[in-house]
């Protein structure tokens, strides 16, 4: 049987490759270190629950290794067959481990630690398919990702929708519950459970509570032909009707008055998931005077209950409103899951479990979706990870519209990545959501972009689809693509499935 050629201790080959044991080894030994640190940092601050998370010591570790720069020694290992640093978000240690037993093996060294067992290895992925079964419920068996549907109002009164959409791929179904009422949650759900039952699988239902909304509510035109145009200024006001302006294309009337008191001459506004950008030149008690600095050349119209986004403004919210703790009620009676909107610092969830515990929490586990939509939520996505561990099933949504319109849409997609990369080192499942075959869901044919970011979407264990007349044909296509990009693509891992286009 042939054996490994091992490389002589005092060429220069060997000599780089003990080298770079002694690299791998002290980036080993940094990150245990500061690893453990972390952990007992988030068992102190999210206290005894979080000890029986699974991901726990796996999250310290990637905390503490990507606040190094990996990128040269990344570089230098792949000469020798060694590149598995850049997949280790779901097993850090154990990686590390088989990369430095590998060089050690190659320059003739005694091995620094075990090698990893396979079971170690990929417990990890273990641990985050359990999580999201927990969460989501079971995949369908030809794809891993589940697909989320959000269902329209019309889905209350016709049973058959949700026949439908359950036959088409749907896993889980979502009820919005900025719309409509709690009777017509009911049916919804109800038609869900039915439909899941009738297709033999259980299908889950996440209600999601609307948390404060930020949007314009009365508008008045200047004219019927006003439209805002690069430059244009328009006026929010804080209370009372607004009047047909005479000196401005429009003037709105906001739904939190603190979005108005609040704001500061230079703070951006965003309207209607960033199509029209402007900044204050002007704040005064109750109303403030804006300028557009990105909008179509064609212009755009300012109409009701189209949202707003402040990145630059520190509201000081809430993410529970009174209607919120009303909706509880319902939630916790009806649905599997809650979505929690316009998180952003862990004391958000200990509002949220007070608020549950006053209604007296149900007898089953229920699932937490925390919406990651404001650049808070982003810096402290780690924290809110943390404090959930131990109680709940957990997950988090990258609410991609809000997200961009936050951050920026060129800061968009690399912090989608990063999200994804943290929600695998946590064990935790990541929602893919927002215009996931828009095109398709509205006018039954997708684009291109649109195909693509629905095959990027696998990677993320759930993706979501909002409604249109297009729904069910929408969900069919998105089962059918998800079971190909499995057969390519787990997480950052190609498969490389055997190839037959050439």
């Not at 952990?39 to 190094?68: M, T, V």
């Amino acid at each position: 049987m042939a054996t490994a050629a091992v490389v002589p201790l005092h060429s220069q080959a060997g000599q780089e490759l003990f080298a770079l044991l002694e690299e791998v080894n002290a980036l080993r030994a940094a990150v245990a270190e500061d690893g453990a640190a972390i952990c007992r940092e988030i068992l102190e601050e999210a206290g005894d629950k979080a000890a029986s998370w699974p991901g726990l010591a796996n999250f310290g570790h990637y905390i503490a290794l990507r606040r190094h720069d990996m990128r040269g020694l990344q570089r230098r290992l792949m000469p020798h067959g060694l590149s598995s640093l850049g997949r280790l978000e779901g097993r850090v240690m154990p990686t590390l481990d088989a990369v430095a037993v590998a060089l050690a093996a190659l320059a003739g060294r005694p091995r620094p630690v075990a090698s990893p067992e396979p079971d170690a290895f990929f417990a990890g992925e273990t641990a985050l398919a359990a999580a999201t079964d927990r969460l989501l419920g079971p995949p369908c068996g030809h794809r891993r990702s589940r697909i989320m549907v959000t269902l329209p109002s019309e889905a209350a009164d016709d049973p058959e929708l949700s026949l439908e959409l359950v036959r088409r791929g749907m896993d889980v179904a979502r009820i919005n519950c900025a719309h409509d009422d709690r009777a017509a949650w009911e049916r919804m759900a109800a038609h869900v459970r039915a439909a899941g039952a009738a297709h033999g699988r259980p299908v889950a239902v996440l209600m999601d509570i609307a948390g404060p909304k930020i949007r314009l509510e009365a508008v008045a035109a200047q004219s019927r032909k006003a439209r805002l145009f690069l430059g244009s200024r328009f006026r929010l006001v804080a209370s009372g009707t607004p009047m047909p302006p005479l000196d401005l294309p429009f003037t709105a009337l906001v739904s939190l008055p603190e979005l108005v008191t609040r704001l500061r001459p230079g703070d951006r506004v965003l309207y209607n998931d960033g199509k029209v950008e402007a900044v204050v030149e002007t704040a005064e008690p109750g109303e403030a005077i804006l300028r557009v600095t990105r909008v179509k050349p064609t212009g755009s119209r300012l109409k009701p209950e189209k949202g707003l986004n402040l990145p630059d403004t520190a509201l000081g919210l809430s993410p529970l409103t009174g209607k919120d703790q009303t909706d509880l009620g319902a939630v916790l009676e009806l649905a599997d899951m809650l979505g929690y909107s316009f998180v952003a610092d862990p004391s958000d969830l200990d509002l949220l479990e007070e608020a549950v515990a006053r209604h007296g929490r149900p007898d089953r586990p229920l699932g937490l979706i925390a919406k990651i939509e404001r650049p808070e939520a982003v810096r402290n996505l780690p924290a809110l990870i943390a404090r959930a561990a131990g109680r709940w099933p957990f997950g988090v949504m990258i609410a991609r519209g809000d997200l961009a319109a936050e951050i920026g849409f060129e800061r968009l997609a690399e912090m989608q990545e990063e999200i994804l990369w943290l929600g695998e080192a946590a064990s935790v499942p990541v929602i893919w959501a927002t215009q996931v075959l828009e095109s398709m869901v509205k006018e039954g044919t997708p684009s291109r972009g649109e195909m693509t970011d629905a095959a990027m979407a696998a990677r993320a264990e759930c993706v979501m689809l909002n409604k249109g007349p297009e729904l069910p044909a929408a969900v069919a296509l998105l089962d059918r693509l998800l079971g190909r990009m499995d057969a390519h693509q787990f997480k950052k891992t190609a498969m490389l499935r055997a190839l037959n286009a050439w």
